[in-house]
């Protein structure tokens, strides 16, 4: 007795009633996912004129000769928006694997045959994509499925289990009835994420963005190439776009809002909250050529006259800007720049030490209105990992680290 | 209004590529052979072909930039996925094997032009190869790009080829817009020739998937298409200066045959070192312009229709049967022209038997993929558009099945 089956094995199989005649073949098979996310609920049968639908328990035994049913009482089949046909909806489809975090497209689904009470059940075990399923795919009906089982022997499975396995449904209405969610997505990397993002069409990325949540759409837009990041922004709602741009760095939100029409990313500004907004504003002013372009907001500045335990406290109510943090900035009464300290330097230092002590060498910055040239000049020069912004009065208005200077250059 | 223009300018120039190049490498070895056939023998008599081939062209290509920005996929996923993957398979199958023979002729292109500057075939066929491989496996999409624009460039060696030369433009403008039919045989073929070869299911696999890579969407569509407008009208106009060239170098001192292009190009030596050295420089150009897309178009139609990984930013490890199957199509095409008494004329005729299969199924898909409203929202054929569409399909697959018959009446015969 054969303990798995293929989808293309199923199709076509024929089916017995009590006496052993043939009532139809297999035309389908579907789940219903918010009662089971794996089990097979019914048949689809092709018989005569009409469809007729097989319950789950209305099965005694399938395998590869045929399925005899223990209940004959069928109905005619009738669409409906609770089942997911693997025929029809999965097969051929791209969905997403999680686990190993790429887009694939379904060749074939492979089924465990399981016991439930006095019933054979099928339960989905695994979505095959790769060689072996293609040939599956092409002799399917062409050849006794015993015998293609024996010439796919050679070639290596290549297949996702089924819990890894992401739908995109781009229709809000039925991702909840099908209960599909894009929870497991949320969880990968915002840079894996953004290269599944990119490689979905419009409609279904757009779903993606506008279902997770903000944070970590925010994230992996960060990451998706200009173009495209500026597609999704204007296809969403003007609400939950303002909602991603806010969880976005100053600076590549107002990279993200140039690059829209100006009526779009006006829509979106004013659905954003004060502060975040006006930040971003600030940031638009600038010529895309000017330094200020490539400047982040986010920074930690310091009174001249502060000490290492200043620092450590002020780090510790900003822990959110830790992870790309490299470096704290001194600034007199007028916030005129006067010193960088390097991160680094805050751990070998006693607490009482002034942390003008420990700045770096000669003071480096750019004007805000300077041409970005001057700020690639500056930064290999130097080997910088972060550059200070200064106003026409030198006021500290911003910063540049090395991550936005890699994005320009290798958009180039 | 004024900033409204600059920006559709700025949008259009962000835009350029996939339609110029796909109408651009339509001028291949082979296109180049037939237009010059076609103005050696008939002088200027088939120019008024140009304008019915570039409007079939845009009819086409139009659908493919629309279905590409609208639904964000290529035509072989679209048609793996409305189609089922056996009807992909075959479609796939056919494409493969079209390509190859266009391959193969390109680097046949490539060894005849280079021989005019007597370099040998084994020195020029393997360098060529060598070179379109490491192109696309070491180059990243905008670089290729970039390239790829700037061989589009050089086509402008037959403009000036053509200028040296001194044909008689007012018998070639009044040919252009005059249509002549004659019930001369060789006549006919060499018109069915002109218009069944300039399209080919290549073109719509390459442009639609140029336009997904590109992130064209729907808001940047109407530049496109304007894109896609500028490429065809441009490769007519190229096609127009070859044909008048030859017109003006061959036909106009006895109309007789030419072999290939490379003859053509021989022909051009009594009008000045420069006219001939452009020409053949043009068919090399074209020929590696062509040699360097259709393997790499070939590989990602396949890999994403039958769904493996693909692109020149995977490693090999990640995407084995893509680049096994780019770097075959190189080798093998570039191989077979090193082996002397290779029936290579054979194997064009037979690719324009299988274009003659492939090409009816792929355009009839497309419409009916253009129609499909859960694919294209709005964007649906209207129905003029389907009149017209449905006018230019029946059209060039009738002339295709009538190439499909003088190609095999010639491989019998």
Same mark, same amino acid.
């Given at each position: 007795?054969?303990?798995?089956?293929?989808?293309?094995?199923?199709?076509?199989l024929?089916?017995?009633d009590?006496?052993?005649?043939?009532?139809?073949?297999?035309?389908?098979?579907?789940?219903?996912?918010?009662?089971?996310?794996?089990?097979?609920d019914r048949?689809?049968?092709?018989?005569?004129?009409?469809?007729?639908t097989?319950?789950?328990?209305?099965?005694r035994?399938?395998?590869?000769?045929?399925?005899h049913l223990?209940?004959?009482?069928?109905?005619?089949?009738?669409?409906?928006e609770?089942?997911?046909?693997?025929?029809?909806?999965?097969?051929?489809?791209?969905?997403v694997d999680?686990?190993?975090?790429?887009?694939?497209?379904?060749?074939?689904?492979?089924?465990?045959?399981?016991?439930e009470q006095s019933?054979?059940?099928?339960?989905?075990?695994?979505?095959?994509?790769g060689l072996?399923?293609i040939l599956?795919r092409?002799l399917?009906?062409v050849?006794p499925?015993?015998w293609?089982?024996?010439?796919?022997t050679?070639?290596a499975?290549?297949s996702?289990?089924?819990?890894h396995?992401?739908?995109?449904e781009?229709?809000?209405?039925?991702?909840l009835?099908?209960?599909?969610?894009?929870?497991?997505l949320?969880?990968?990397?915002?840079?894996?994420l953004?290269?599944?993002?990119?490689?979905?069409g419009?409609e279904?990325?757009?779903?993606?963005?506008?279902?997770?949540?903000?944070e970590?759409?925010?994230?992996?837009l960060?990451e998706?190439?200009?173009?495209?990041?500026a597609?999704?922004l204007?296809?969403?709602e003007?609400e939950?776009?303002?909602?991603?741009?806010e969880?976005?760095?100053p600076?590549?939100a107002?990279?993200a809002?140039?690059?829209?029409?100006?009526e779009?990313?006006?829509?979106?500004l004013e659905?954003?909250?004060?502060?975040?907004?006006?930040?971003?504003?600030?940031l638009?002013?600038?010529?895309?050529h000017?330094?200020?372009?490539?400047?982040?907001?986010?920074?930690?500045?310091?009174?001249?006259?502060?000490?290492?335990?200043?620092?450590?406290?002020?780090?510790?109510g900003?822990?959110?800007l830790?992870?790309?943090?490299s470096?704290?900035?001194?600034v007199?009464?007028?916030g005129?720049?006067?010193s960088?300290?390097?991160?680094?330097?805050l751990?070998?230092?006693?607490?009482g030490v002034p942390?003008?002590?420990?700045?770096?060498?000669?003071?480096?910055?750019?004007?805000?209105?300077d041409?970005?040239?001057r700020?690639?000049?500056?930064f290999?020069?130097?080997?910088?990992?972060?550059?200070?912004?200064?106003?026409?009065?030198g006021?500290?208005?911003?910063?540049?680290?090395?991550?936005?200077i890699?994005?320009?250059?290798?958009?180039r | 209004?004024?900033?409204?223009?600059?920006?559709?300018?700025a949008i259009?120039?962000?835009?350029?590529?996939?339609?110029?190049?796909?109408?651009?490498?339509?001028?291949?070895?082979?296109?180049?052979f037939t237009?010059?056939q076609?103005?050696a023998?008939?002088g200027?008599?088939?120019?008024w072909?140009?304008a019915?081939?570039?409007l079939?062209?845009v009819?086409t290509?139009?659908?493919?930039?629309r279905?590409?920005a609208?639904?964000?996929?290529?035509?072989?996923?679209?048609?793996?996925?409305e189609?089922g993957?056996?009807?992909?398979?075959?479609v796939?199958?056919l494409?493969?094997?079209?390509?190859f023979?266009n391959?193969?002729?390109?680097f046949?292109?490539?060894a005849?032009s280079?021989?005019?500057?007597a370099?040998?075939?084994?020195?020029s066929?393997p360098?060529?190869?060598?070179?379109?491989w490491?192109l696309?496996?070491?180059?990243?999409?905008r670089?290729?790009?970039?390239?790829?624009?700037?061989?589009?460039?050089?086509?402008?060696?037959?403009?000036?080829?053509a200028?040296?030369?001194?044909?008689?433009?007012?018998?070639?403008i009044?040919?252009?817009v005059? #249509?002549?039919?004659?019930l001369d045989?060789?006549y006919?073929?060499l018109?069915i020739? =002109?218009?069944g070869t !300039? @399209?080919? *299911?290549?073109?719509?696999f390459?442009?639609q998937?140029a336009?997904?890579?590109?992130?064209?969407?729907?808001r940047?569509?109407?530049?496109?298409?304007?894109?896609?407008?500028v490429?065809?009208?441009?490769m007519v106009?190229?096609?127009?200066?070859?044909?008048?060239?030859?017109a003006?170098?061959?036909w106009?001192?006895?109309?007789?045959d030419?072999e290939?292009?490379a003859?053509?190009?021989?022909?051009?030596?009594?009008?000045? #070192?420069?006219?001939?050295?452009?020409f053949?420089?043009?068919?090399l150009?074209?020929? =590696?312009?062509?040699? !360097? @897309?259709? *393997?790499?178009s070939?590989a990602?139609?396949?890999c994403?229709?039958?769904?493996?990984?693909?692109?020149?930013n995977?490693?090999?490890?990640e995407?084995?049967?893509?680049?096994w199957?780019y770097?075959?199509?190189?080798v093998?095409?570039a191989?077979v022209?090193?082996i002397?008494g290779f029936p290579?004329?054979?194997m064009?005729?037979?690719s324009?038997v299988?274009?003659g299969?492939?090409l009816?199924?792929?355009l009839?898909f497309?419409v009916?993929?253009?129609?499909?409203?859960?694919l294209?929202?709005?964007?649906v054929n209207?129905r003029l558009?389907?009149a017209?569409?449905?006018?230019?399909?029946?059209?060039?697959?009738g002339?295709?099945?009538?190439?499909v018959?003088?190609?095999?009446?010639?491989?019998?015969?």
């Amino acid at each position: 007795m054969e303990e798995l089956l293929y989808f293309t094995e199923l199709v076509g199989l024929k089916v017995y009633d009590l006496r052993g005649r043939r009532i139809g073949r297999v035309a389908d098979a579907a789940l219903v996912p918010l009662i089971d996310p794996a089990r097979v609920d019914r048949y689809l049968v092709g018989g005569g004129w009409a469809w007729l639908t097989v319950r789950y328990d209305q099965i005694r035994s399938i395998g590869l000769d045929g399925i005899h049913l223990q209940d004959e009482r069928l109905t005619p089949y009738h669409d409906d928006e609770y089942m997911l046909r693997i025929g029809r909806d999965l097969l051929d489809q791209q969905i997403v694997d999680v686990d190993g975090r790429k887009v694939v497209r379904v060749n074939d689904v492979t089924f465990e045959i399981r016991r439930e009470q006095s019933a054979q059940v099928l339960r989905v075990l695994e979505v095959d994509v790769g060689l072996r399923s293609i040939l599956r795919r092409l002799l399917q009906g062409v050849l006794p499925r015993r015998w293609i089982r024996r010439i796919q022997t050679p070639i290596a499975p290549n297949s996702i289990r089924w819990e890894h396995c992401n739908i995109i449904e781009p229709d809000p209405l039925r991702r909840l009835r099908l209960n599909i969610s894009y929870k497991m997505l949320e969880k990968l990397h915002p840079a894996d994420l953004a290269d599944i993002v990119e490689e979905l069409g419009p409609e279904e990325r757009e779903s993606i963005i506008a279902s997770i949540d903000s944070e970590v759409a925010a994230e992996a837009l960060s990451e998706v190439d200009p173009k495209t990041q500026a597609s999704i922004l204007e296809a969403l709602e003007a609400e939950k776009a303002a909602e991603i741009v806010e969880e976005m760095s100053p600076d590549e939100a107002a990279d993200a809002l140039a690059e829209l029409e100006e009526e779009t990313s006006e829509e979106i500004l004013e659905e954003m909250d004060a502060e975040p907004k006006a930040e971003v504003r600030e940031l638009l002013e600038f010529d895309e050529h000017q330094a200020g372009s490539l400047m982040n907001t986010e920074y930690v500045a310091l009174n001249e006259n502060a000490t290492v335990r200043d620092a450590v406290e002020a780090l510790q109510g900003n822990a959110d800007l830790l992870e790309t943090l490299s470096a704290v900035f001194l600034v007199d009464e007028e916030g005129v720049l006067k010193s960088a300290i390097p991160l680094g330097r805050l751990f070998v230092a006693a607490p009482g030490v002034p942390l003008r002590e420990l700045a770096a060498g000669p003071l480096l910055r750019v004007k805000a209105t300077d041409h970005r040239e001057r700020v690639f000049e500056i930064f290999d020069k130097y080997n910088l990992l972060n550059l200070p912004v200064v106003d026409e009065e030198g006021r500290l208005c911003g910063v540049i680290t090395a991550d936005d200077i890699i994005s320009v250059l290798r958009n180039r | 209004m004024l900033k409204r223009i600059r920006r559709q300018i700025a949008i259009f120039f962000t835009v350029i590529g996939p339609g110029f190049i796909t109408a651009m490498v339509d001028n291949d070895a082979g296109g180049i052979f037939t237009y010059s056939q076609a103005g050696a023998k008939y002088g200027y008599l088939s120019l008024w072909t140009l304008a019915p081939i570039a409007l079939l062209l845009v009819i086409t290509q139009e659908m493919n930039a629309r279905m590409g920005a609208v639904t964000g996929k290529g035509l072989s996923d679209l048609i793996r996925e409305e189609f089922g993957l056996r009807v992909t398979f075959f479609v796939m199958t056919l494409l493969v094997l079209t390509n190859f023979t266009n391959v193969m002729a390109n680097f046949a292109g490539v060894a005849s032009s280079l021989e005019l500057f007597a370099v040998p075939r084994w020195v020029s066929v393997p360098l060529a190869a060598a070179a379109v491989w490491l192109l696309v496996v070491k180059g990243t999409y905008r670089s290729v790009e970039k390239i790829f624009l700037g061989a589009c460039v050089f086509y402008v060696c037959y403009v000036i080829s053509a200028l040296l030369i001194e044909p008689d433009w007012q018998q070639a403008i009044s040919s252009s817009v005059q #249509p002549v039919l004659m019930l001369d045989p060789d006549y006919i073929t060499l018109v069915i020739g =002109l218009v069944g070869t !300039s @399209i080919a *299911p290549w073109m719509q696999f390459y442009l639609q998937a140029a336009v997904v890579e590109k992130g064209i969407s729907e808001r940047e569509y109407a530049e496109s298409r304007i894109e896609v407008i500028v490429g065809c009208v441009t490769m007519v106009v190229i096609a127009f200066f070859i044909i008048v060239a030859c017109a003006g170098a061959i036909w106009a001192h006895g109309p007789r045959d030419i072999e290939d292009a490379a003859h053509a190009a021989q022909a051009l030596k009594p009008f000045g #070192p420069y006219a001939f050295a452009l020409f053949a420089a043009g068919l090399l150009n074209a020929s =590696l312009f062509a040699a !360097s @897309i259709l *393997p790499l178009s070939t590989a990602y139609s396949v890999c994403e229709g039958l769904g493996f990984e693909a692109g020149v930013n995977k490693s090999f490890r990640e995407a084995p049967i893509f680049y096994w199957l780019y770097t075959l199509l190189i080798v093998l095409g570039a191989g077979v022209i090193l082996i002397p008494g290779f029936p290579l004329v054979r194997m064009i005729l037979l690719s324009q038997v299988l274009n003659g299969v492939l090409l009816p199924l792929v355009l009839i898909f497309m419409v009916l993929l253009v129609n499909k409203r859960e694919l294209m929202g709005r964007w649906v054929n209207t129905r003029l558009q389907n009149a017209i569409a449905w006018l230019a399909v029946v059209i060039l697959i009738g002339l295709t099945l009538a190439l499909v018959g003088i190609s095999l009446r010639d491989m019998l015969g």
